[in-house]
């Protein structure tokens, strides 16, 4: 049987967790194929708040994750500057929250290796305006942002400088056996529309709170809970840093500045699938009302959107004859867990699961469990365990090696009005939101990407306040231009190439519309009600789109993370 | 302050009322929060583009499939016609021609190539044949203005190709301007208000539009001079040029606007704009006062009739809150809510919105009703996107309803005394 490539690893699951396995062997000489169902960080890797963990949230109840994040925190800082925003964070004591707690989590971080500085409540307000007038005090830590879609993209680029490949849009739909090994990885090439085999030594499985099912084609069984958290975005930013409640960790108790915009969170339920990621608006009320506690300006303020993500929860099985649990980490206490239980009690640590001595099948592994902040180490502790088997000698280079980007130093939140005033480019916004310019689009679109939600991952066009209603078809006009038809200033009558209806540019505004609309169900009112009735007059009133070309099915499957 | 009528609103619902009502000889104060559809829209006068989602060719005859309820069943079919003649003779005066009939609709390019349905078209949009669709018959050249980013020719010459006209996509160089590196179309359309602009602009676009029968360009053929610039511009690039709709703020709809404006000067309408009424005051079953913010504190205006024009929830007539309740934001009048806010708005983004729909019921002279249909002010008197019962956008009747029912306001009180 031919494939359509051999490689030494195949590692499922373009998350986060996937792509710095894929850095992690390519940093080892060892070569090895990514494939992902849709696009890098469209999984849980694209659902979240952004933040990066100082491991405070965790100094309390889970100080093995606090540890495992606080270390990570500093590694990224190192490695991957440019992809975060230094931005520290806070934990608030608020009238009514209990007092014993806060000592606990002094000694948690202590414990832990988190630097804390206690702050009064007039020291507070100086860092925070926004507060609410009422609190007690507070304790800095060094929480921060990261972009993980930089940091993705950063990664994947070494792993691809180094030889490794990354296939998006192939979904993994088998795997061959022979006795006690996978032989080849069956992928569907979801543009090509036809099935393929990748020859293999090896296979990770990375697919985060998908691992079950990658599981279940290797005829291996992995436990995965679906933890579902629910964020809301707010239409401005409210705070300098992170800001979280000093108590256990509940609903609706931290608030993560990103970019423009805010990112409140977050519920934590279980759920049947992690494809579950519809939003209640009760959710959404509760995450706002809780966090005015914390910033009373969110209680009016303009909502942009809500989406929940699944956090990849482990669960492990329980002993029975010679199988093993994990290789590393605690076994989880607390609840068992049942659809609609809360999931807090369930570590956020990893655990490496080496399928041979656990299920007798010889060239896998799975990563599970973990969170954004620890992902490289997640990589690095399954490479080493598949390094060893492989005979691969070479040491993990990854918490060393700076990555491609670094150089620019971290993210500062001003950086693309400074870049807009360097270039003198405020004629050339293309997205005024979020100061988006046509020549960035061109480049994106030069370098190969040719969809509106591709262009909204790598640049944030669509993000902002007025939620793609002038930016979409501005970016959809230089997609179209892009598909070499009738570059602009030639000043002749041409385009006369026949439209094919797969890249008709005005059925990829309509699937963008659409799938940005998804994460406004649940917050449109006031402001946003408005903005909605706006952008609706705009593309159905005066440019009559009527969203025939994205048929129903499709617009339910529309993939992508808000 | 007083006054015979307060409008609130300057949208084309409350800016034709406030005309209108101006010329039966009453004194009008007309009070604004900011700007309306005017600006927002596609410089079109809708009248009824679809039903039950299906393409209206004969917007009056259409007027018997709507729903029982809607403000064209309230005011009746002679009403429209006569906003319409109205509106069309006020226009033609003010220099804005427009071309249709009320009995038949007619389509108008929109920059993503896409024939909307509409009733009239200013002159410039209308296109140089007659009747439905038919006006861009053979070579069609879609041009844009080098560095203008609200006109993609290409992605509208290409679903123009899907309709089956035989569409390329052009870009005709500017002339050297003092916004050569930055500019927005409105002030595009104020160069090109220029003569001297014009002239050497024409080459250029000559130049791409060659061998077309018609060039379809951005709505930006002037902004202060009516439709004198597109009208100098296509003799002298010798090829009729069709405007097409695009992203707000519509050029044709601040040219009608100004007309508008210059209207109500004329008349001697005092006008407040920037200052939205916030509440009213009452005596019984009538309105006496309108409050509306002013500079530095709240005012209150006397008047005989209140005309609320104020929009439906894109309009900001109406708030929708939280919790699915929607508030009238003026008078408080009640406005049938939703269970819950998920309701307000269908689960596809270009299909149809319960919420656009939203509004305050009236009776037959247009005044708010409580449940039972019993009128709850004697003179107030509602008009154009506030009213219940439509769908500006996905019916296509903006502009229709909005003077069709300022119409009837007009007439009503003409025939009411004037103090």
């Not at chain 1, 889970?62 to 925003?85: F, G, K, M, V």
């Not at chain 1, 964020?231 to 000093?246: I, K, Q, T």
């Not at chain 2, 069609?140 to 390329?168: E, H, Q, T, Y």
């Not at chain 2, 009516?226 to 100098?232: F, L, M, Y």
Request: aromatic share 4%; net charge negative; hydrophobic share 40%.
């Amino acid at each position: 049987m031919t494939h359509l490539m051999e490689t030494d690893v195949v590692v499922v699951g373009g998350g986060v967790t996937g792509v710095a396995v894929l850095r992690d062997l390519a940093l080892r000489g060892v070569h090895a194929v990514l494939v992902e169902r849709f696009d890098l960080g469209t999984g849980t890797s694209g659902r979240w708040h952004g933040l990066l963990h100082s491991g405070a949230r965790y100094a309390v109840r889970d100080q093995e994750s606090a540890r495992e994040c606080i270390e990570e925190n500093t590694t990224l800082r190192r490695i991957a500057p440019h992809t975060i925003e230094d931005i520290g964070g806070l934990f608030v004591l608020l009238p009514g929250d209990d007092e014993a707690y806060a000592g606990q989590f002094v000694e948690g971080c202590k414990a832990s290796g988190i630097p804390t500085e206690e702050l009064s409540q007039a020291a507070a307000h100086r860092r925070e305006p926004l507060l609410a007038p009422d609190l007690k005090l507070a304790f800095a830590v060094p929480d921060g942002g990261i972009d993980s879609w930089s940091l993705l993209r950063s990664m994947a680029a070494d792993a691809e400088a180094r030889g490794c490949r990354v296939l998006v849009r192939h979904p993994i739909v088998g795997m061959e056996r022979d006795g006690d090994r996978i032989t080849a990885v069956r992928v569907h090439d979801a543009v090509a529309g036809e099935d393929r085999t990748i020859g293999c030594q090896w296979v990770v499985n990375a697919a985060g709170a998908w691992a079950g099912d990658v599981g279940r084609m290797a005829g291996v069984p992995i436990t995965m809970i679906a933890g579902k958290g629910v964020m809301v975005v707010m239409a401005s930013r409210y705070v300098h840093g992170v800001v979280n409640a000093c108590r256990k960790p509940a609903d609706g108790d931290i608030i993560v500045p990103q970019h423009e915009v805010a990112i409140l969170g977050t519920t934590s339920v279980q759920v049947d699938s992690p494809d579950d990621i519809s939003v209640p608006p009760a959710d959404v009320d509760r995450m706002i009302d809780m966090c005015a506690q914390m910033v009373p300006a969110i209680g009016s303020g303009r909502v942009l959107r809500a989406f929940a993500g699944s956090r990849p929860l482990y669960k492990p099985e329980a002993p029975a004859g010679g199988g093993s649990g994990g290789l590393k980490g605690s076994p989880p206490e607390g609840r068992d867990g049942e659809a609609g239980g809360d999931t807090r009690e369930v570590s956020r640590t990893f655990t490496v699961l080496d399928h041979a001595s656990r299920d007798g099948l010889d060239n896998m592994f799975s990563i599970v469990g973990g969170k954004l902040t620890t992902c490289r180490q997640m990589a690095e502790a399954v490479v080493d365990r598949l390094a060893e088997r492989m005979g691969v000698t070479e040491p993990c280079r990854t918490a060393t090696e700076v990555l491609p980007g670094a150089d620019h130093g971290t993210h500062q939140q001003a950086a693309p009005l400074a870049r807009v005033e360097r270039d003198q480019a405020y004629g050339e916004l293309l997205c005024e939101c979020e100061l988006v310019t046509r020549g960035q689009v061109r480049d994106a679109v030069a370098s190969g990407l040719t969809e509106l939600e591709d262009l909204r991952r790598k640049l944030r066009v669509g993000y902002g306040p007025c939620q793609a209603a002038f930016c979409a078809w501005r970016a959809a006009g230089i997609l179209a231009e892009a598909d070499g038809k009738d570059p602009e200033g030639s000043g002749e009558p041409r385009g006369d190439a026949p439209v094919d209806r797969d890249r008709d540019p005005l059925v990829g505004l309509e699937r963008f519309l659409e799938e940005r609309w998804r994460g406004q169900r649940s917050t449109i009112w006031g402001d946003q009600a408005r903005q909605a009735l706006l952008n609706h007059a705009i593309y159905r009133g005066i440019f009559d789109l009527r969203g025939t070309g994205v048929p129903d099915e499709a617009a339910a499957a529309l993939e992508g993370p808000a | 302050m007083r006054a015979d009528v307060v409008v609130v609103g300057a949208g084309p619902a409350g800016l034709a009322s406030a005309a209108r009502l101006a010329e039966t000889g009453r004194q009008v104060l007309l009070l604004a929060r900011g700007n309306g559809f005017t600006h927002w829209g596609a410089g079109a006068v809708d009248v009824l583009g679809r039903v039950g989602g299906e393409t209206v060719d004969r917007p009056l005859a259409a007027i018997d499939r709507l729903p029982e309820g809607h403000p064209y069943h309230l005011v009746g079919r002679e009403a429209v016609r006569d906003g319409l003649d109205w509106f069309s003779r006020f226009a033609a005066t003010a220099g804005l021609t427009h071309a249709g009939d009320p009995d038949r609709n007619r389509a108008q390019v929109t920059a993503f190539g896409t024939l909307r349905p509409t009733c009239l078209l200013p002159e410039p949009a209308a296109g140089p044949g007659t009747g439905s669709g038919g006006f861009l018959g053979g070579r069609v050249a879609v041009v844009n203005f080098a560095g203008f980013r609200d006109f993609s020719p290409v992605l509208c010459a290409a679903s123009l190709r899907k309709a089956g006209i035989d569409a390329g996509a052009a870009s005709a160089p500017l002339p050297a301007w003092d916004h050569d590196r930055y500019f927005t179309g409105v002030e595009l359309a104020r160069a090109i208000d220029d003569a001297g602009f014009r002239r050497r602009l024409a080459p250029g676009l000559a130049r791409a539009a060659a061998g077309a029968e018609v060039a379809v360009v951005p709505a930006v053929l002037g902004l202060n001079r009516g439709h004198e610039p597109w009208a100098d511009l296509q003799t002298l690039v010798g090829t009729p040029l069709v405007e097409a709709a695009t992203v707000p703020p519509s050029i044709p709809g601040l040219r009608l606007f100004a007309a508008y404006r210059a209207r109500l000067e004329a008349l001697g309408v005092r006008w407040q704009f920037g200052f939205p009424a916030v509440g009213v005051e009452r005596d019984g079953d009538r309105v006496t006062a309108v409050r509306s913010e002013g500079a530095s504190r709240v005012q209150a205006t006397r008047c005989q009739e209140l005309v609320l024009a104020t929009g439906g929830v894109a309009g900001n007539g109406i708030e929708a809150n939280r919790d699915g309740t929607l508030t009238e934001r003026v008078a408080g009048l009640p406005v049938q809510g939703f269970d819950g806010r998920l309701a307000y708005l269908g689960d596809r983004f270009l299909a149809e919105h319960p919420l656009a729909a939203a509004g305050v019921r009236v009776d037959a002279e247009l005044r708010p009703v409580d449940a039972a249909g019993e009128p709850l002010a004697t003179n107030v008197h509602c008009v154009g996107g506030l009213l219940a019962g439509h769908d500006p956008t996905a019916e296509g009747s903006r502009e229709g309803v909005a003077l069709a029912t300022a119409a009837r306001v007009a007439a009503l009180l003409a025939a009411t005394t004037v103090r």
